[in-house]
C-alpha cells in the first residue's frame, strides 16, 4: 500500500505562483508513475502532469505546459507541482497520484489540496 498526501494548496491572486508538494509513504517503490490532476465540483477530472520514478521522462497536458513543472526529489518520495502564472481557471482540488509497476492505472490517490485563484 501506498501512502500520498497533497500539500502547499491555498488562495492566490491571478499571475501569482505556488508549489504543491505531496508525500508518498509505505511501498513507495512498487510505483512507477506520480502524476498530478485536478478537478472542479461538476467537473471531469484533468490530467496534469506526470513523472516516471525511474527515468524521470515526463508528461504534460498540452493546455498546461510552459506554467506548470512537476518533479520529484532525490528519494522519489515527494512529488511537486510548480504553477506559475496561475489563472482563476486553475482553482481546483489538486490530487497527486500514483501507479504501480503493473500497469498505467492510477492505482493510488491523496485526498487532494485546494487551491484557490482570484482575480
Known amino acids: 500500500q501506498v501512502q500520498l498526501v497533497e500539500s502547499g494548496g491555498g488562495s492566490v491572486q491571478t499571475g501569482g505562483s505556488l508549489r504543491l508538494s505531496c508525500a508518498a509513504s509505505g511501498r513507495t517503490s512498487t510505483t512507477g508513475t506520480m502524476a498530478w490532476f485536478r478537478q472542479t465540483p461538476g467537473k471531469d477530472r484533468d490530467f496534469i502532469a506526470s513523472?516516471?520514478?525511474?527515468?524521470?521522462?515526463?508528461d504534460y497536458a498540452a493546455s498546461l505546459k510552459g506554467r506548470f513543472a512537476i518533479s520529484l526529489d532525490d528519494a522519489k518520495t515527494t512529488l511537486y507541482l510548480q504553477m506559475n502564472g496561475l489563472k482563476p481557471d486553475d482553482t481546483a482540488v489538486y490530487h497527486c497520484a500514483a501507479t504501480t509497476l503493473f500497469g498505467p492505472e492510477y492505482m493510488f490517490w491523496g485526498l487532494g489540496t485546494q487551491v484557490i485563484v482570484f482575480t
Open positions: 513523472i516516471d520514478r525511474t527515468s524521470g521522462i515526463t
